[in-house]
């Protein structure tokens, strides 16, 4: 069963960045994408980027290109999401989730989903 894990959350502060890990085990295809999303309180869980693995395809949502890239170290099964000159309305809880189709941001594409790893923007 595929496991996902996050971490490199924490307190930063507004115009800082942030690079956030997702590790995963369990993978028995090769042909899987990687997403990641966000939720903030009371808020709809967002989209923010995806990378598929055997083909390198990546897509970032509109509200985030320029701030945020995604890339992977394959040899360790990790993706890492980069987020820069953070804003207190970046404060969420940001979560990895697995896939089997393309790179979409479609959160109800994703099968497999991390714990989640908490991001407060703030001074």
């Known amino acids: 069963q595929v496991h996902l894990v996050e971490s490199g959350g924490g307190l930063v502060k507004p115009g800082e960045s942030l690079t956030l890990s997702c590790s995963g085990s369990?993978?028995?295809?090769?042909?899987?994408?990687i997403g990641w999303f966000r939720q903030a309180p009371g808020k709809q869980r967002e989209g923010i980027a995806c990378i598929k693995k055997n083909e390198d395809i990546s897509k970032i949502s509109d509200s985030m290109k320029g701030r945020v890239s995604i890339y992977r170290d394959g040899s360790k099964e990790t993706v890492y999401l980069q987020i820069n000159n953070l804003e207190p309305e970046d404060t969420a809880v940001y979560y990895c989730?697995?896939?089997?189709?393309?790179?979409?941001?479609?959160?109800?594409?994703?099968?497999?989903w991390g714990q989640g790893t908490q991001v407060t923007v703030s001074s």
């Open positions: 369990g993978f028995t295809r090769n042909d899987y994408s």
């Open positions: 989730a697995y896939t089997t189709t393309s790179a979409q941001l479609a959160s109800w594409l994703y099968s497999y």
